[in-house]
Each structure stands twice: as C-alpha cells, then as structure tokens.
C-alpha cells in the first residue's frame, strides 16, 4: 500500500471498493481533491442545496449528483458513492446508527449525493509555501471549533459556523491568506484572525472536535470555515434519512487540486 | 431624472416602484451590480438551482429568496420584487403572455425568486480599463448567440449555452480576459475567443438576439457566457409560470459591482 500516496485517484478507489484500504485517506494521491460526502433524501435536497448557496465558505459544493445516482459525473467518472470510501456513517433522525464500510444496503432511488470541498487541498499548498502544520506536526487530528457565529439558514438547515484552526508564525498570516484565498472551492481565506473570543470560542486549548495543539510565541490562531460546517447543520436537522462518510475517511476524487 | 446615474440604488428602486422610471437600467446607479430575475414555483426550484450550480458560468446566483419572498436580504434590503423592476414579463407555459410593470398580482405563496449575476458589472470594468465596447459606441444593444454547447442539464432544465460577443482589438484581448475573470458573479473570463463556428454560429453578422455590430481589422470576437441562458433554458422547460425581468430592465441591487 505505500505507493498510494502517488497512486491515481481510480487506483485507489479501486483499493477502497475491494477492502483493501479502510483507513483514513490524509496523504493519498497527492494533489488530487478530496470531498466530504453527504446524502439526503430528495425531499430534503433543496433546502440543503440552498443551504450551501448561502453558505459558500463552509459548504462549497463540488458536484450534487443526479436523484437515485451514486455516479459522480464531473468528479470522479466511473466511480461509485456506494463502495469507494473507505468507511461511512449512517444516521437516523440526526442521531449515528451504524458505521458501514459499504452503502448498497442504505442505497435508495429517491437519495441525492453532494460532494463538498474539503481543506486537504489547501493544506499542501499551505506546506508547499512554507507555512508549518502544527497538527501534522505533531501527529494529532486537527482542532476544529463550534462558533457563536450562524450560518445563513435555509428552510429546515440553520446552524453554527465550525471552523478549523492552524497557529501561523505572525509573519506568515499574509501568506496563509493569500495562499488559501486561491481555493475558494475548499474553504478559501480564513474567516477570522487572532481572536478566538470573537468566535465565541471560550477556551482555544479545548477544540469541540478533534484535539488541542500548541500555539508557540509569535504564533496567532487562525480560523477556516470548515466541512464539519455542513454535517453539523444536517444533522441538527434531524433528517429521517442521511449518509456521510466517516471523518477523515474521504472520497478522493480525479480532479486536481488546482483544476477546482 | 438625469442625476439616477449616480443615485443610490434605493432612490432608483423607489422611483421605479412610484412608476416614474420605466426604461432599460443601463448606465443607472454607477458601480453597483444589477441582477437578472426569474421566478418560479416552488417545485421547480431545485431542478433549477441545481441547474444553475452546474452552470455557474452563464447562471453565477446572487441570491435565491425564501419561498414566497419577495424581499431580497443580501442584494437589496428593503426592495420589493413585485415593484422594484421597471418592465416584467409573464411567461406560461413557456409562452410569452404579457409585459407588466408590476407582479403583485401574479405572486403566489409557492414562488421562488432567484437573482443572477449581470454582465452590466464587468462592462465597466472593461472600459475602465480602456477596452473598447463597440455596442455601446455604435449605440446598439449587445449581440447575443445561440451556441452549439449543450449546457450540463439538471432535471427538466436543459438547453444550449447563449453568449455576448464583444470584438476586441488583439493586443487587448489578454486584458480583456484579465479584467473579466476578477468577476465570477456576473460571467466571469471568456469562455472563448476567436472563431464563432467552433460555437456552432453560422453568420457573426446576424445575432440570434441583439443586433450586429462592426468587428474591425485587427480584432477578434470574444465570446462570454450570458445571463440570457437561464431563462432561455427555463422558458424550452416550459414551467407552468414563470415570471422574469423585461430585456435590459434589471434589477439595481445594493451591492457595489467590487463586493460580489
């Protein structure tokens, strides 16, 4: 398995689809966009598309697939939303029944797929610039944050902002900005710098996802709209039907990061 | 009237809402964005948002009301979309029925009012970057084309691609690319330059809307995707009703064309 950080996306899923890979995606196929994957009942699909217009930060759509079609079309020709990642989550009423390493059983005609940027991409332009990941740094999994801050709600979608958060040396923050500014597809330019009370986040050392990282001298937080964002709203929306993927665990598709 | 060029988008609006303004909005309320409006039931907006989110060039949304609104909240607090356009049609069936200058009584609780971006927005910044706009200097209204390119369908919304065609002097050409691209909201880049067949247009010289306009020695046609393209789509659909702004009477919204 350890050439499927240069593997194509299609070898890959070809990997996932065959059990062969059950484990987080983080670093495989370099360069190639990863998306957060969330299923709704088509009666709910509107609200939620709408939900995403008005909240392009945090819910930037890649593809929404055709209704009953686990086939992405733009994304990922030949794929299927069914079997190619690596672990999903079903829940009921907002609340999580199963982890599932397949969906065929859950699968209905009247289910719609988005497919959703997520901040992979701009993560290795970031390193590529020479700003420092703490979180990979030191091994943890990124700290993500509800804020005070509301999203823009639509019909039965309403909810808080989640946003991640990387300490960036002083004199990098431009850089950070400028550099993730060019991806408006996965998150794009922070939405806030430097201060977390602002967010209505109380203590910065207690991430209500994921875990803490050091934040040294000469280092500000700075916070991105973040993928939670949407799975959060839809989850508090408590839809009698929605599948995701399991977190961490994405859907990688054959679009490169700078084709987005 | 004469001092409405430079008037705030409110006065405009209340002008056009007491009558006294019923002309195209070109030129009116400098620097800010004017929008393309089409409205439909409640049953087709997803087919049609969805649409429009495959197409982001010809269809980029500004803002989608809530069900039965017809007050914006992000483009015009305040404004009255039943009053606030000069000239609207009604649309049955895909056919044509009236031209009114208010739609109090065509509104209906189910309707959904979408406001799209408008090219008025980079025309400025072309000339401001010394590109010539023929159409205008020839006083004539743009040209506009029905392509050959099959826009990406969404449920009952499909049809071809429609352009405006703009000649631009060779040695402008990269800048006039430029200039556009900083605006995604009202169609961006070009999305071609150069031979009209490879748009599947038989004659430059007859425009399928619009009228002709002289194309010098030394220029080449440049082609941008154009906000006429949702509602011709929506009118091949045939929706039971829907209800649209007039030809080059806008809606003149709050924002500044440099915010969106």
Same mark, same amino acid.
């Given at each position: 398995?350890?050439?499927?950080?240069?593997?194509?996306?299609?070898?890959?899923?070809?990997?996932?689809?065959?059990?062969?890979?059950?484990?987080?995606?983080?670093?495989?196929?370099?360069?190639?966009?990863?998306?957060?994957?969330?299923?709704?009942?088509?009666?709910?699909?509107?609200?939620?598309?709408?939900?995403?217009?008005?909240?392009?930060?945090?819910?930037?759509?890649?593809?929404?697939?055709?209704?009953?079609?686990?086939?992405?079309?733009?994304?990922?020709?030949?794929?299927?939303?069914?079997?190619?990642? $690596? %672990?999903? !989550? =079903?829940?009921?009423?907002? *609340?999580?029944? &199963?982890?599932?390493?397949?969906? #065929?059983?859950?699968?209905?005609?009247?289910?719609?797929?988005?497919?959703?940027?997520?901040?992979?991409?701009?993560?290795?332009?970031?390193?590529?610039?020479?700003?420092?990941?703490?979180?990979?740094?030191?091994?943890?999994?990124?700290?993500?944050?509800?804020?005070?801050?509301?999203?823009?709600?639509?019909?039965?979608?309403?909810?808080?902002?989640?946003?991640?958060?990387?300490?960036? $040396? %002083?004199? !990098? =923050?431009?850089?950070?900005? *400028?550099?993730? &500014?060019?991806?408006?597809?996965? #998150?794009?330019?922070?939405?806030?710098?430097?201060?977390?009370?602002?967010?209505?986040?109380?203590?910065?050392?207690?991430?209500?996802?994921?875990?803490?990282?050091?934040?040294?001298?000469?280092?500000?937080?700075?916070?991105?709209?973040?993928?939670?964002?949407?799975?959060?709203?839809?989850?508090?929306?408590?839809?009698?039907?929605?599948?995701?993927?399991?977190?961490?665990?994405?859907?990688?598709?054959?679009?490169?990061?700078?084709?987005?």
């Amino acid at each position: 398995m350890q050439n499927l950080a240069t593997a194509h996306p299609r070898e890959i899923r070809a990997q996932i689809r065959e059990g062969k890979w059950r484990r987080p995606t983080g670093g495989l196929a370099a360069g190639y966009a990863q998306a957060n994957l969330a299923v709704l009942p088509r009666d709910l699909a509107y609200d939620f598309l709408l939900f995403c217009q008005r909240n392009p930060k945090p819910c930037p759509v890649l593809e929404v697939l055709d209704v009953g079609s686990p086939h992405p079309v733009r994304m990922a020709a030949g794929a299927d939303l069914r079997s190619d990642v $690596p %672990l999903y !989550r =079903v829940y009921r009423s907002g *609340e999580l029944e &199963a982890e599932v390493t397949d969906l #065929h059983d859950h699968w209905r005609e009247d289910l719609v797929a988005f497919l959703l940027g997520c901040s992979f991409s701009f993560e290795a332009a970031l390193a590529s610039a020479g700003i420092p990941l703490r979180h990979i740094e030191e091994e943890r999994t990124i700290s993500v944050y509800i804020t005070s801050i509301q999203c823009v709600p639509a019909g039965m979608f309403a909810g808080p902002l989640v946003v991640s958060m990387r300490p960036i $040396p %002083l004199d !990098r =923050v431009a850089k950070a900005v *400028e550099v993730t &500014a060019r991806y408006p597809m996965v #998150h794009g330019a922070p939405v806030h710098i430097g201060d977390p009370a602002a967010l209505g986040i109380v203590d910065i050392a207690r991430p209500d996802y994921g875990e803490a990282v050091t934040i040294r001298e000469g280092e500000v937080p700075v916070f991105w709209a973040c993928g939670v964002t949407p799975q959060a709203v839809a989850r508090q929306a408590r839809p009698e039907l929605m599948l995701t993927h399991a977190p961490a665990h994405m859907f990688v598709t054959d679009l490169r990061n700078d084709e987005l």
